[in-house]
């Protein structure tokens, strides 16, 4: 049987989604990067850290949004 998803909600085409395994629906993101930054995201992939581009600057993401929301939380309890 073939599992087939409906169209995104939010009017995204389904050719810029993706799946992570057993995990949450991707959107395709484009951004423009210095060559000093793409080197050191390759070097990451190289050196066989993350398996790819897209593990890297989502790993990089998150540790951003968790260093935000610390920041938020120390301003709070002040």
Known sequence: ????RSPPADGTPEHNRSRLENGPTL???????TDEQLAAI???V???VY?????VIRAGIQ???EHH???DAS???Q
């Not at 398996?51 to 593990?55: L, P, V």
């Open 42 to 44: 390759e070097s990451l």
């Open 46 to 48: 190289d050196d066989d």
């Open 1 to 4: 049987m073939t599992e087939s």
């Open 69 to 71: 929301a610390e920041t």
């Open 27 to 33: 959107d395709r993101v484009t951004f423009r990067a």
């Open 63 to 65: 540790r951003l949004l």
């Open 51 to 55: 398996r790819n581009r897209s593990e």
């Open 75 to 77: 301003r709070d309890d």
